[in-house]
């Protein structure tokens, strides 16, 4: 398969999912990503035991998607940083890196001698790549936050999907929802750095914030609310389109829903009919044109309603199948990791965990030459640490003695 990162060297200094996430899309890639995690520690995401509720690992098994998620196909290097033995180690890394990826406030940036230009001293060349909550400089760049507080409440979207008149504000749905985008984001953008240097255009640095992913992903309402002069009226989702019948969300009999998004009504009322066994409704004088159908919309909506909740969502996927409007499922997450589409291109990846037992995965959604993505495992705590030193040339005298002093695992 095609691995446009071969080749190329990552020190990562991360921990979470925001920023590690870019890490696990370079090495899906192709490129050497070596996690540094603290001799001690670790990453503090593996202290995280239940989301949402639920447990992030089974008792059996070392496979745990909320590390192997944004973990996968990298090396770990258990290393103390702030110990003085640690020091020529990560100067020996970062001289044989392409990129250095980290998402640690400024203030740990400068004590562990890792800011950009630290590293820069080391490396003229290298791409150094930070992720942050809100910005890379100004009163709040070293202001901490994950993508529930900087991406999902700031960066307008819990607002945007709240209804108004709500006792409570609609929490994010899924975790690590801003931070996998915008671990995507900074991977893209590395990806341009790389082509720049190689180009002879210098080594530029990489910035992205989760704020500024969100302000990106929520764009069209946040430059329409500018072009306004203030917020936009809020609006209620549960209310779907009111002037447009077939934009709108249906429940079924069985309590799914069904989205419908068919912004040309006109074009599509007519066979949308025909799928719900009622024809007779295309050559109604209320819905017989695009002007009519959403003049009385509020009509047509109750009518769809009542007929949609007669079949089941089965019964109606089996309806709508090859239909030319645009529609789809509201489906569970259980659901999209069996959907058929993403398992027949190998979206929905297999990897193998430390145990030998295959597992799933969601690949990165870029594919090259069609070819899906080949995943390993996310690495055990420090699982790599003698590995590494010694292709820095370490002996196993120099690997004990660190490790006596605390600065390896």
């Given at each position: 398969?095609?691995?446009?990162?071969?080749?190329?060297?990552?020190?990562?200094?991360?921990?979470?999912?925001?920023?590690?996430?870019?890490?696990?899309?370079?090495?899906?890639?192709?490129?050497?990503?070596?996690?540094?995690?603290?001799?001690?520690?670790?990453?503090?995401?593996?202290?995280?035991?239940?989301?949402?509720?639920?447990?992030?690992?089974?008792?059996?098994?070392?496979?745990?998607?909320?590390?192997?998620?944004?973990?996968?196909?990298?090396?770990?290097?258990?290393?103390?940083?702030?110990?003085?033995?640690?020091?020529?180690?990560?100067?020996?890394?970062?001289?044989?890196?392409?990129?250095?990826?980290?998402?640690?406030?400024?203030?740990?940036?400068?004590?562990?001698?890792?800011?950009?230009?630290?590293?820069?001293?080391?490396?003229?060349?290298?791409?150094?790549?930070?992720?942050?909550?809100?910005?890379?400089?100004?009163?709040?760049?070293?202001?901490?936050?994950?993508?529930?507080?900087?991406?999902?409440?700031?960066?307008?979207?819990?607002?945007?999907?709240?209804?108004?008149?709500?006792?409570?504000?609609?929490?994010?749905?899924?975790?690590?929802?801003?931070?996998?985008?915008?671990?995507?984001?900074?991977?893209?953008?590395?990806?341009?750095?790389?082509?720049?240097?190689?180009?002879?255009?210098?080594?530029?640095?990489?910035?992205?914030?989760?704020?500024?992913?969100?302000?990106?992903?929520?764009?069209?309402?946040?430059?329409?609310?500018?072009?306004?002069?203030?917020?936009?009226?809020?609006?209620?989702?549960?209310?779907?389109?009111?002037?447009?019948?077939?934009?709108?969300?249906?429940?079924?009999?069985?309590?799914?829903?069904?989205?419908?998004?068919?912004?040309?009504?006109?074009?599509?009322?007519?066979?949308?009919?025909?799928?719900?066994?009622?024809?007779?409704?295309?050559?109604?004088?209320?819905?017989?044109?695009?002007?009519?159908l959403m003049a009385n919309a509020a009509e047509a909506i109750a009518i769809l309603q009542e007929e949609i909740g007669r079949r089941t969502k089965d019964e109606w996927v089996k309806a709508f199948d090859g239909m030319e409007g645009q529609w789809a499922v509201a489906q569970t997450t259980y659901e999209v990791g069996h959907d058929p589409a993403l398992r027949a291109i190998g979206q929905i990846a297999e990897v193998t965990d430390a145990e030998g037992n295959a597992r799933r995965l969601?690949?990165?959604?870029?594919?090259?030459?069609?070819?899906?993505?080949?995943?390993?495992?996310?690495?055990?705590?420090?699982?790599?640490?003698?590995?590494?030193?010694?292709?820095?040339?370490?002996?196993?005298?120099?690997?004990?003695?660190?490790?006596?002093?605390?600065?390896?695992?």
């Amino acid at each position: 398969m095609f691995l446009p990162m071969q080749g190329v060297r990552v020190v990562e200094v991360a921990q979470f999912t925001f920023v590690p996430s870019a890490g696990a899309v370079l090495a899906d890639w192709g490129a050497d990503v070596i996690k540094i995690e603290h001799a001690e520690r670790g990453d503090a995401q593996r202290g995280l035991i239940k989301v949402y509720g639920r447990a992030t690992a089974s008792d059996d098994t070392t496979f745990a998607p909320i590390m192997d998620g944004p973990n996968r196909g990298k090396r770990s290097l258990g290393l103390s940083l702030e110990k003085p033995e640690a020091v020529p180690i990560l100067h020996e890394l970062i001289r044989g890196a392409d990129v250095f990826l980290t998402n640690f406030l400024p203030g740990a940036r400068k004590r562990l001698g890792i800011d950009l230009d630290d590293v820069r001293a080391i490396n003229p060349e290298i791409i150094y790549a930070s992720g942050t909550s809100f910005a890379h400089s100004g009163p709040e760049a070293d202001s901490g936050g994950y993508d529930g507080t900087a991406f999902w409440a700031r960066g307008g979207s819990a607002d945007s999907i709240t209804p108004p008149g709500e006792d409570h504000i609609i929490q994010q749905p899924v975790g690590a929802f801003g931070d996998n985008i915008g671990g995507m984001t900074i991977a893209g953008g590395i990806a341009a750095a790389l082509l720049a240097r190689s180009r002879g255009l210098g080594a530029p640095s990489v910035d992205i914030s989760l704020l500024g992913v969100a302000a990106w992903a929520n764009q069209l309402n946040v430059n329409m609310a500018l072009m306004a002069g203030g917020p936009l009226p809020k609006h209620d989702p549960r209310a779907g389109t009111r002037t447009n019948p077939l934009s709108n969300m249906y429940r079924t009999s069985d309590d799914r829903w069904l989205s419908l998004v068919m912004l040309q009504p006109g074009r599509y009322w007519p066979e949308f009919t025909e799928r719900i066994g009622r024809p007779e409704l295309a050559a109604d004088p209320r819905f017989d044109s695009a002007a009519n159908l959403m003049a009385n919309a509020a009509e047509a909506i109750a009518i769809l309603q009542e007929e949609i909740g007669r079949r089941t969502k089965d019964e109606w996927v089996k309806a709508f199948d090859g239909m030319e409007g645009q529609w789809a499922v509201a489906q569970t997450t259980y659901e999209v990791g069996h959907d058929p589409a993403l398992r027949a291109i190998g979206q929905i990846a297999e990897v193998t965990d430390a145990e030998g037992n295959a597992r799933r995965l969601v690949a990165n959604p870029v594919q090259f030459d069609r070819t899906p993505a080949e995943l390993r495992r996310g690495p055990l705590f420090a699982e790599h640490t003698d590995d590494i030193l010694r292709e820095l040339g370490l002996s196993d005298e120099e690997l004990l003695n660190l490790k006596i002093a605390g600065a390896i695992t």
